[in-house]
């Protein structure tokens, strides 16, 4: 037996926006060559009609950036930098590379706000805490302030320990398939 209580929004106290809490989940493994698994999981809520955005911060090529997402679908947006190659030396960083990073940064916090996606995934966040692309108290914060409803994903090895306090789960990758 079933039983429904019929109470309005304004007399339960909750908000006209009321949804499930996001969570922050952290995948981690020593290597940077497990985005399948996490793309797999970001397919999985895509095909069950949530919209998801995917960001690269390291990756780029041909006809990247903000300008040109990629969809696959109806329902995920998948962002790269505006670069010309994949990022992942310090040393060989370029100015116009870290403002490519930077305003990819900026673009997606500004659209997550909106309150339009289920998920974000952070694709090797952690090595761009390292490369000094992001700084670590960004990150945080951004995790901080999302919209409530918003589940963020989170890739990388060698998680920052202020991450992985702050991650709902953690996931360690060891072996890949």
């Avoid at 992001?134 to 901080?144: G, H, I, Q, R």
Wanted: one cysteine or more; aromatic letters at 6%; proline letters at 5%.
């Amino acid at each position: 037996m079933v039983a429904q209580l019929s109470v309005s929004v304004s007399e339960a106290g909750l908000p006209v926006t009321y949804g499930i809490e996001g969570v922050v989940q952290v995948f981690t493994c020593p290597q940077r060559h497990f985005f399948t698994t996490v793309m797999a999981q970001a397919l999985r809520v895509a095909a069950q009609g949530s919209r998801v955005l995917v960001v690269q911060f390291l990756k780029g090529g041909i006809q990247t950036g903000i300008e040109h997402p990629i969809q696959l679908g109806q329902h995920l947006t998948w962002w790269r930098p505006a670069l010309q190659r994949c990022l992942g030396d310090a040393e060989t960083i370029t100015p116009e590379e870290k403002a490519a990073v930077w305003q990819l940064w900026q673009h997606l916090q500004a659209t997550v706000q909106g309150g339009e996606y289920r998920l974000a995934v952070l694709d090797e966040v952690s090595v761009a805490i390292q490369l000094g692309l992001l700084s670590e108290a960004e990150v945080l914060d951004f995790l901080k302030n999302r919209p409530r409803t918003l589940d963020v994903m989170l890739t990388g090895p060698d998680m920052p320990a202020s991450l992985l306090a702050i991650a709902d789960q953690v996931t360690e990758l060891r072996r890949l398939i």
